[in-house]
């Protein structure tokens, strides 16, 4: 018989949710969309990636920075709870 699955482990401290990654992405989407509706020059290819990742990785960074949190995660080895 196959062995029984074992629940998912937890995410690390600080690691963003499904949700917060969901409401990165569509936030960025619907900024991106009403700021190129009035300023045509947005519509690049080159503009629209960047905005998508300077949203989905300025926007947590900025929060870190205004709660005085380190951005970079700490170095060192992470542990195995096992």
């Known amino acids: ?10 995410p690390a ?4 949710s499904k949700y917060v990654d969901f409401f990165l ?5 619907v ?3 009403t700021l190129s509706i009035y ?3 947005l519509l690049d290819w080159i503009v ?3 905005w998508l990742v300077a949203w989905v990785w300025g926007l947590p960074a900025l929060v870190k920075l205004v709660r005085r949190r380190p951005v970079r995660p700490p170095r060192g080895r992470i542990e ?3």
């Open 39 to 41: 300023n045509k020059w």
């Open 31 to 33: 900024t991106y969309i």
């Open 13 to 16: 401290p600080g690691t963003p």
């Open 48 to 50: 629209g990636p960047f």
């Open 25 to 29: 992405y569509a936030s960025a989407a």
């Open 80 to 82: 195995d709870p096992e």
């Open 1 to 10: 018989m196959s062995e029984p699955s074992r629940p998912a482990p937890l």
